[in-house]
């Protein structure tokens, strides 16, 4: 692509976006729910819930603690979270540990017990099950 110009360079770019689509053998290795700055609708309780989420994804976190403390019913911040995130709180909060897993199951030697525990997850068999569903494979592959 560098030593293209003009529509060329386009051209060598749609090419390589067509090939990385059509590719069968695709591995995600960290979730989106990983990146630390959450990208929601801008609402100010959900943006805080979201926030909070990413800075003590390793702390216990009930919904409905995290509901009173943005100032909304359980209820109804159930509704608005899954608005504008589209996902559950809970499934947003599994998200972010996982990706957080993965992340340091790349760039650290802790073992996957460590990490699991690290990030959240109170019982290993529980991380292992999730990390499947969503990666495809065990954690310590």
Same mark, same amino acid.
């Given at each position: 692509? &560098?030593?293209? !110009?003009? =529509?060329?360079?386009?051209?060598? *770019?749609? #090419?390589?976006?067509? /090939?990385?689509?059509? #590719?069968?053998?695709?591995? #995600?290795? @960290?979730?989106?729910?990983?990146?630390?700055?959450?990208?929601? !609708?801008?609402?100010?309780?959900?943006?805080?819930?979201?926030?909070?989420?990413?800075?003590?994804?390793?702390?216990?976190?009930?919904?409905?603690?995290? @509901?009173?403390?943005?100032?909304?019913?359980?209820?109804?911040?159930?509704? =608005?979270?899954?608005?504008? /995130?589209?996902? /559950?709180?809970? !499934?947003?909060?599994?998200?972010?540990? =996982?990706?957080?897993?993965?992340?340091? =199951?790349?760039?650290?030697?802790?073992?996957? /017990?460590?990490?699991?525990? @690290?990030?959240? *997850?109170?019982?290993?068999?529980? *991380?292992? %099950?999730?990390? %499947?569903?969503?990666?495809?494979?065990?954690? &310590?592959?």
């Amino acid at each position: 692509m &560098r030593e293209q !110009a003009g =529509l060329k360079r386009w051209r060598v *770019f749609i #090419e390589l976006i067509d /090939t990385l689509l059509r #590719e069968e053998d695709v591995q #995600e290795l @960290a979730s989106e729910s990983y990146c630390l700055s959450p990208r929601v !609708a801008s609402s100010d309780p959900i943006d805080r819930a979201c926030r909070f989420i990413c800075e003590h994804y390793a702390e216990s976190i009930a919904h409905a603690d995290m @509901a009173r403390s943005v100032g909304l019913a359980p209820a109804y911040f159930n509704r =608005l979270f899954r608005r504008n /995130t589209r996902k /559950t709180f809970s !499934a947003y909060l599994s998200g972010v540990r =996982l990706g957080q897993a993965s992340r340091m =199951l790349v760039q650290s030697d802790a073992s996957v /017990t460590e990490i699991a525990f @690290a990030c959240g *997850f109170h019982k290993l068999s529980n *991380f292992n %099950r999730r990390f %499947r569903e969503a990666y495809g494979c065990p954690p &310590r592959n």
